[in-house]
């Protein structure tokens, strides 16, 4: 990471797609194809695991730290497998909505895939060797994960704790029965995850064949109704009920006033500690297979992290615990010779977390929306204190995009401080541009900017609303905003500009 270059934030659920969703098909590789003609480096993502409706479909919040969101495996690529055909490809509601319908998706794409998991159950010798090779690399928990999501569409999406004793309990013999009832069940969820590691590694080829890295996110916590912690309920807070003790989140921040309760469990240390933080190397070595940098989220909590009551109903009364992150790291590096880790050192940051980055070379992120309050002299988020070994963003998916925040919610106090800082005054339709460009001019070797600020969107288009649960993760970039020769050749000349093709 220690060289410059740029590039651009944007989900998969975000690409275009005649589906009602982003996916891995033929969209995905003409961003590729934009991100190289405009010189870019770099594509950050979004957690890539499975989402929910009942977790206001987050990336955040998944039922599996390992396994991938199947509604971006593309029908375009299923068909030239000939898993569809043409004919059942137009049974799929091609969609204009300008916001994602998550329900709709789910109900029309699970229909198309049963069709082709007959199909692919018909041609199986197609496909067996490269069927058997993803099983062997990842039946550890490939085989939890899909018994997972089968029990409990089996007991009706009941949280796991509600199964019945012998299952939540993972009764050896009892899940053994119940799996062989399931099987056939149990073998679609294992072919689904076939089918989306197959086409995202594919796409993660072509994208490191055109020299652009992906940088992926994978969220410090596990959501408590997933394989992990049916699985590993050794390494959690949990009560004699295995519900949780403890629930996870952060104090009153910039974002909220009563602070955010993510309700994940929170983990045992102690135990993670006695086996040898098992859990962590594992989500390490798998995320490294998809990834070429890991964007951790919430990075201070390997030090120190915010432990709530479950029965607290706000995040204001918890408590601040202190995690071994230097042992963990010690451990990371005898696994991993090389750390491609970009932390997310946002919020309440204190000296141990930056003494643990520097001690590891581990980049920090910069927001430019953050700079310029009666702090900025020495506002580390201010350009001209930035440092070499960070990641400067316009803003992130949590943020509004430039041109909403220029028109919505900065003060007119920072909104002067703004105009002095660039000596002159911009509108807010300047004010993405303006953003961009400073970005670029950063001393820091990686700059990111959200697809949206490339394009100069307003407040409409913006991704999520932290502390809130419903209308979050919807934004479609369709293909009639997907950028201009003229947007990917500015781009590309600003890049060569500052150095950073």
């Not at 962590?280 to 940098?293: M, P």
């Not at 310029?372 to 509004?400: E, Q, W």
Request: charged share 25%; with cysteine.
């Amino acid at each position: 990471m220690n060289r410059r270059g740029s590039g651009i934030l944007m989900h998969i659920s975000s690409l275009p797609s005649e589906y009602g969703i982003g996916d891995l098909g033929p969209a995905a590789y003409k961003f590729v194809d934009f991100l190289r003609n405009s010189k870019q480096s770099f594509w950050q993502v979004l957690p890539l695991n499975p989402t929910s409706l009942v977790s206001g479909n987050s990336p955040y919040a998944s039922f599996s730290a390992f396994a991938g969101n199947t509604l971006f495996i593309s029908p375009d690529l299923l068909n030239q497998d000939e898993l569809l055909t043409k004919e059942e490809l137009l049974t799929l509601s091609s969609s204009a909505e300008e916001k994602l319908n998550f329900e709709k998706v789910s109900r029309e794409k699970t229909k198309i895939f049963k069709l082709a998991y007959s199909r692919f159950l018909e041609k199986k010798n197609k496909f067996i060797e490269n069927y058997n090779v993803f099983y062997q690399h990842n039946r550890d928990w490939l085989d939890d994960f899909a018994k997972f999501m089968t029990f409990k569409a089996h007991f009706d999406d009941q949280v796991w704790s509600a199964w019945p004793e012998e299952i939540r309990d993972r009764n050896p013999e009892a899940i053994k029965k119940l799996g062989i009832k399931l099987q056939d069940e149990i073998d679609f969820q294992i072919f689904l995850q076939f089918l989306f590691f197959r086409q995202w590694q594919n796409l993660k080829n072509y994208c490191n064949e055109n020299n652009i890295r992906i940088i992926g996110d994978i969220p410090y916590y596990v959501n408590y109704d997933s394989a992990e912690v049916w699985t590993n309920p050794q390494f959690f807070k949990l009560d004699e009920h295995k519900r949780p003790a403890f629930v996870a989140g952060v104090p009153p921040d910039y974002f909220s006033a009563t602070g955010q309760l993510w309700g994940n469990p929170v983990y045992d240390w102690d135990m993670l500690q006695k086996n040898n933080y098992s859990l962590w190397l594992e989500r390490l070595r798998q995320n490294l297979t998809l990834y070429d940098i890991i964007r951790i989220d919430h990075f201070r909590g390997f030090l120190a992290y915010w432990e709530v009551p479950a029965s607290e109903e706000t995040a204001e009364n918890g408590t601040w615990v202190e995690a071994p992150a230097d042992d963990l790291f010690q451990k990371l590096r005898e696994q991993f010779s090389d750390l491609p880790i970009l932390a997310e050192d946002l919020g309440v940051i204190t000296d141990d977390v930056i003494a643990l980055m520097k001690k590891y070379s581990l980049p920090g992120m910069r927001i430019l929306m953050f700079a310029f309050d009666k702090s900025l002299p020495k506002n580390s988020y201010a350009p001209h204190n930035h440092i070499k070994n960070c990641v400067v963003y316009t803003g992130t998916h949590d943020n509004n995009t430039v041109r909403g925040w220029f028109e919505q919610e900065i003060s007119e106090e920072d909104r002067q401080r703004i105009y002095q800082y660039l000596g002159r005054e911009i509108s807010a339709a300047e004010s993405p541009q303006v953003f961009v460009r400073m970005a670029l001019m950063s001393v820091a070797d990686i700059v990111i900017i959200p697809m949206q600020d490339i394009l100069g969107l307003g407040a409409e288009h913006r991704m999520n609303r932290p502390a809130t649960l419903n209308g979050n993760w919807k934004w479609r970039l369709n293909h009639n905003l997907f950028p201009s020769q003229e947007i990917s050749k500015h781009l590309a000349e600003m890049t060569e500009i500052f150095g950073r093709s």
